[in-house]
């Protein structure tokens, strides 16, 4: 699991709530991405951080914020969550010896109702 | 645009038999392909990766092929077995400025039938 941990790991939650997801690393790593998971569409890019408060917005960052002020936290938000956020969401980080691979945490599953 | 994309859908092998997942990509800055096996209620394991100077790489069962000209590249799964059943994503990589980003396919679905 590459020294990654997500929390929580499941939530439910309402429509138009706030919902802030944690992405936690041990290593230091420079990299951090966060990803969505939804049947037939693969993984896709929502943001991703190359060093502590730099972040650039990936394929469907709408609706989403992130901040890393540690390098060991990455944090994803929900500004005002919809049915549509409905998701499984991957947190990946790169290692400093081939930061091209991507290595993936356990995911948080959360339910927009 | 789905950049980078992924066949079949859903796969059943047989027990011993060879699993073949195939991609195509667009991009031409691609520059590293990976693999990631997925098992339910987890998250994607790095399998397997490869560059494009390269035709072929093999580990153990799993064999990736590379064609730079027709922009494609396939995972083999050689002596297939039940553990082997996972959702297979081929990916790839290319560096925006700031960071390597991955492109993923939408995955294969396998199941390894006694």
């Known amino acids: 699991d590459a020294g990654i941990t997500q929390s929580p790991r499941h939530k439910v939650t309402e429509t138009g709530t706030p919902v802030t997801l944690r992405c936690h690393q041990t290593?230091?790593?420079?990299?951090m991405y966060w990803y969505r998971q939804d049947p037939g569409h693969g993984l896709r890019l929502i943001h991703y951080s190359y060093g502590v408060k730099d972040t650039d917005k990936g394929e469907v960052s709408d609706g989403y914020s992130v901040s890393r002020s540690k390098t060991e936290d990455f944090l994803l938000t929900l500004e005002s969550a919809t049915s549509s956020q409905t998701s499984v969401y991957f947190c990946?980080?790169?290692?400093?010896?081939?930061?091209?691979?991507?290595?993936f945490g356990p995911g948080t599953r959360l339910l927009v109702l | 645009q789905q950049q980078v994309k992924q066949s079949p859908q859903s796969l059943i092998v047989q027990k011993g038999g060879i699993s073949i997942i195939n991609c195509a990509y667009e991009?031409?800055?691609?520059?590293?392909f990976p693999w990631y096996q997925q098992f339910p209620g987890k998250g994607p394991a790095l399998l397997i990766a490869i560059r494009p100077d390269v035709s072929e790489k093999k580990e153990g069962r799993f064999t990736i092929s590379f064609n730079k000209s027709a922009k494609q590249f396939s995972l083999h799964i050689m002596d297939s077995q039940p553990g082997d059943s996972a959702t297979y994503f081929c990916a790839a990589s290319a560096f925006t400025g700031t960071a390597s980003k991955l492109t993923f396919g939408t995955g294969t679905r396998l199941q390894v039938t006694l």
């Open positions: 991009n031409t800055a691609f520059d590293y």
């Open positions: 290593e230091n790593h420079r990299y």
């Open positions: 990946a980080i790169s290692v400093a010896t081939n930061e091209e691979t991507q290595y």
